[in-house]
């Protein structure tokens, strides 16, 4: 079956420039998670959709990103704005959702690596 | 403080022998879950094996084995028989009860040398 994939896997850009980075994520899969990856450092969570609302956004660094999931299935990263600092891979995991259990597992999508010229 | 540590920035194996990859946590929950991931340099997050805090045995998939220490907040990732398609950076990661955020360390590099 399909994984979870990313669109465009690569997206130069330059400073003050707008950007959409799309995520579908695996069919099914309620939760949808955004995480932003710098050089050299781990995954950083930036937001989690439970369905189609934003359950949590507390790792959103300003307000120049903003993320939609209109019908619960495909979401859109948006970054108005962009800076030089905002250049990093930007990952996407789903899974089934929540549970009673700590296990959940996430599986991710391939990144899309943006540069910000 | 930070939630997951890894202290190893690099490490090198030789093929077939078995490797410890470090992490250490840092939680006040006691209903945890405890994750590895590996991230080859094509840049996909590969899940490998988790580890409950309410779970009584260590972990294990296939080569993989999770040597969890409770007392000790260490989840460290054993790897047995290394082979040359381990080399990638791997990642420790931990999620609090059922929260929504996955805390990731800042990863260990392992090189298998042939």
């Known amino acids: 079956g399909a994984g979870v994939s990313q669109t465009p896997s690569n997206k130069v850009t330059e400073k003050g420039k707008y950007v959409e980075l799309r995520c579908d994520p695996i069919?099914?899969?309620?939760?949808l998670y955004w995480y932003r990856q710098s050089l050299g450092q781990g995954p950083e969570f930036l937001i989690y959709?439970?369905?189609?609302?934003?359950?949590?956004d507390s790792g959103l660094p300003n307000d120049r990103f903003f993320a939609v999931r209109p019908e619960g299935s495909v979401s859109t990263l948006k970054i108005q704005r962009t800076e030089r600092g905002d250049s990093a891979v930007y990952l996407c995991?789903?899974?089934?959702?929540?549970?009673?259990?700590?296990?959940?597992?996430?599986?991710f999508g391939p990144g899309t690596r943006l540069t910000v010229l | 403080a930070q939630k997951i540590t890894q202290t190893q920035p690099g490490m090198f194996v030789q093929e077939k022998e078995a490797v410890t990859l470090d992490c250490t946590y840092d939680?006040?929950?006691?209903?945890?879950?405890l994750f590895w991931y590996k991230q080859p340099s094509s840049g996909e997050m590969i899940f490998l094996i988790y580890?409950?805090?309410?779970?009584?045995q260590n972990a294990t998939e296939g080569r993989y084995s999770l040597n969890f220490q409770k007392a000790r907040k260490s989840a460290n990732l054993v790897i047995s028989a290394s082979q040359l398609g381990d080399s990638a950076m791997y990642f420790c990661?931990?999620?609090?009860?059922?929260?929504?955020?996955?805390?990731f360390g800042t990863g260990t590099s392992l090189t298998v040398i042939p």
């Open positions: 580890q409950g805090s309410y779970d009584e």
């Open positions: 990661a931990m999620r609090e009860g059922l929260g929504n955020q996955f805390y």
């Open positions: 995991a789903s899974s089934l959702g929540t549970s009673g259990s700590s296990y959940n597992e996430q599986f």
């Open positions: 939680t006040s929950d006691q209903s945890y879950g």
């Open positions: 069919s099914g899969h309620t939760a």
């Open positions: 959709f439970q369905g189609t609302g934003a359950a949590d």
